[in-house]
C-alpha cells in the first residue's frame, strides 16, 4: 500500500551562515510544498530512477538513518524549485523520515528534526538544524543559544547547540525572487568558515549578523515591518561581505527595494533566491521579473511536515 506525506519550504528572514557558528536566526515555512510517495517495490528507485547514493544523497541518508532495510519505491512531487535557497532538500529529508518513521506507529517531530540534520550533516559536510527543523515544525521557528519560551527541541554538535523554538507568524507580506540559478548550499558553507577561521573580520560579520537578528526577533514580535526591513537589509550587506550574494541577488535585492520595508538574499546564496518585505507584492513582483528573476508571492506560517491521508 502506498503512503503520501508532504512538507513545506522555507524562508530564513534573518541569520542563515551565521546560524551555523551557533548564532540565531529566524525562518518560516511557506506555502510552497513537497509530496513524498512510498511505496513497496522489488528494486530501489526515485521518480522512476534506480536510487544512488551519488544521485539522491539526502533520499540515501534518511534511508540510511530512519534504519529502513528492503527497497522502496519512492516519487516526490515538489513546488519548491531545487536549488533556491528555498529548502527543497530539507523537505526531501523530513517528508520521507516521516513516511519511514510513522511504518512504526506515529512519527515525533522532534525525532525527524534530529534525524533529517543528521542527513544535512552527512550530505552537505556542516549545517545548522534551521532548514530541517522549519520543515518539520511549519509555522515560524526561532533558533537561539538558549533556551526560551516556546521551546520544541534542542540540537547539539560538536560545541554548537542550537535550541529550537516555535516563533508566532506575524501578518506580513513578503515575495519570493528566484533568480533561476541553482546552488548547493555544501560549499557556500564551507567557504564562510574558511573564512570565519582565516580572519578576525569574519568572525566579527557573524557576531554583528547574531546581533541584528537578536534585534530582528523584537521587531518581528511587534510586527514591526520598517524595523524588520531595515535589518534585513543590513543582513544582505554583511551577507555580501562573507561573499554569499552574487550579482544576480545584488541586482534582484536593489530592484525590489524602492517598493520593500526591506530585502536580502535567503538561505546559502550564491544564486538561490532573495526575499522582499513589502506591502506592494505585485511592484515587487514586476521588479524582479523585469530583472530576470521568477517572483513568488507566498503566504507564510504553513504547517510542518505531515502525512497525507
Ligand atoms: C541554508 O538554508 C542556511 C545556511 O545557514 C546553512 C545551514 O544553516 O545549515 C546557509
Redesign the pocket.
Known sequence: MSQTSSAPG?M?LL??????FGQP?IAVAVNLRLRCRMEPATSSTLNGAPLSEISHSYVHHAIRLSGHEGPLALTTASEIPSGS?L?SS?AVSTSLLALLLSRRGSFSGEDVARKAFEV?LAV?G??????TSTSVHGRGVLIDNAPGENLLWRIQKDSREWYVHHCDVPRLTFVIGFTGIRAS?GP??AK?KRYHDRTVFARDIIQEIGQLTREGITRLRRGDAVGLGELMTKDHRLLTILG?SSPELDRLVSAALPDSYGAKL????GGGSMIALTDRPKQVSEAIRLKGGIPYEVAIGEDGVRIEH
Do not use: M, N
Not at 126 to 131: K, M, Y
Not at 266 to 269: D, H, I, P
Open positions: 522555507k530564513i541569520g542563515e551562515h551565521a546560524v551555523v536566526a535557497g529548502g530539507a544535512e552537505q556542516r549545517a545548522s538544524p534551521v532548514d548550499t557556500l558553507v564562510v554569499v535567503t538561505g546559502a546564496g
